[in-house]
């Protein structure tokens, strides 16, 4: 039997790498440009499985949309998942994800946004762009010898680590599963916040870390503290971020990642005004950078994220077990 699959939120990259690789399996693949909502989903009726990206809807509503037509998969191609409502989708429809794709893609995005918020290398662009030279304004700090937070010490914290070890950088970390045999050490999120030079999160979101940097966290900080995240949006309240840039309470902040992002992030307004208040303040301070996020976007990546999603719908279509099964 040909397994058939609707892909949602499919860009012109998602055909050059799963295509290819497709070929290989008994699949017709339906590429939709549309994200997965509800008004979208009946577009799945005739498929035998669904496969999703991150900013893709995947609530109780959905979930009995795509079930009532017979879908039993929804294959994420992405690691995340805290757009799921596993709950509902106990018993009636198998989630599968892209546990580790390249930890060490995002590991160095992260050191990207890291350098370009510090050394202000995307202002120093625009102005030599503009036969501008002066340099006033651009002065950043050493790395070496500064502290460096990580927030979640799973693959990508400890490669973001490595990279920090290698600009001569003290390393604490925050993990409410601690690494046995770690040599870096593990610290309270009130010593991290206090002592910490650059903050990378690197965990993920749930009940417990959604809004981990609020304004309480953002009193502690430094004021030349450099916040970055990779992670998920929800892991900063972003009003309460806008606050202490415009008091300049803190250093600056490099976002690959924003809470409301499913709206711009993967698509091009680039003739259309931005509606989105707080995006476009964070957009308008000269001291953060955010990129739409890209930190997953490597050759690499993207090679691993194709098959192991194409592999995850083969062990469903043969019945096989599905190891990269999130259950609830």
């Known amino acids: 039997m040909i397994m058939k699959i609707a892909f949602y939120d499919t860009k012109p990259y998602d055909r050059i790498w799963f295509e290819p690789l497709a070929a290989g399996y008994d699949y017709s693949i339906k590429f939709f440009e549309y994200k997965l909502t509800a008004d979208t989903a009946p577009l799945a009726d005739g498929?035998?499985?669904?496969?999703?990206?991150?900013?893709?809807?995947?609530?109780?509503?959905?979930?009995?949309?795509?079930?009532?037509?017979?879908?039993r998969l929804i294959a994420l191609r992405c690691a995340g998942y805290n757009n799921v409502d596993f709950?509902?989708?106990y018993g009636k429809i198998h989630i599968t994800h892209v546990p580790s794709y390249s930890p060490a893609a995002v590991a160095e995005h992260?050191?990207?946004?890291?350098?370009?918020?510090?050394?202000?290398?995307?202002?120093?662009?625009?102005?030599?762009?503009?036969?501008?030279?002066?340099?006033?304004?651009?002065?950043?700090?050493?790395?070496?010898?500064?502290?460096?937070?990580?927030i979640g010490t799973g693959k990508i914290g400890r490669i973001f680590i490595d990279i920090c070890r290698g600009f001569g950088m003290d390393i604490i970390a925050y993990?409410?599963?601690?690494?046995?045999?770690?040599?870096?050490?593990?610290?309270p999120l009130q010593t991290l916040y206090a002592k910490s030079d650059i903050i990378s999160l690197h965990c993920?979101?749930?009940?417990?870390?959604?809004?981990?940097?609020?304004?309480?966290?953002?009193?502690?900080?430094?004021?030349?503290?450099?916040?970055?995240?990779?992670?998920?949006?929800?892991?900063?309240?972003?009003a309460a971020l806008?606050?202490?840039?415009?008091?300049?309470?803190?250093g600056g902040a490099g976002l690959d990642v924003y809470e409301e992002e499913s709206e711009y992030f993967f698509e091009?307004?680039?003739?259309?005004i931005v509606e989105d208040d707080e995006l476009a303040r964070l957009l308008s301070f000269p001291n953060v950078v955010v990129t739409s996020h890209q930190g997953f976007f490597t050759r690499e990546a993207m090679q691993a994220i194709a098959m192991v999603t194409l592999e995850n719908i083969h062990a469903f279509a043969e019945g096989e077990e599905l190891v990269n099964e999130i259950s609830y």
């Open 87 to 89: 709950k509902h989708s």
């Open 175 to 187: 993990d409410p599963f601690p690494i046995d045999g770690a040599d870096f050490s593990y610290v």
């Open 242 to 250: 806008i606050e202490s840039l415009k008091a300049k309470r803190i």
């Open 204 to 238: 993920p979101l749930n009940g417990d870390t959604k809004h981990i940097i609020n304004s309480a966290a953002l009193q502690q900080m430094k004021p030349q503290a450099i916040i970055i995240n990779t992670s998920r949006g929800g892991l900063i309240d972003t």
């Open 47 to 71: 498929y035998d499985a669904v496969c999703v990206f991150v900013n893709d809807t995947i609530d109780a509503e959905v979930i009995d949309i795509l079930y009532d037509r017979g879908i």
């Open 110 to 150: 992260a050191a990207a946004l890291l350098l370009t918020v510090n050394r202000k290398t995307h202002r120093a662009y625009v102005r030599t762009r503009d036969n501008n030279f002066n340099i006033n304004g651009l002065i950043g700090m050493d790395l070496n010898g500064k502290t460096a937070g990580i």
């Open 268 to 272: 091009d307004y680039s003739t259309d």
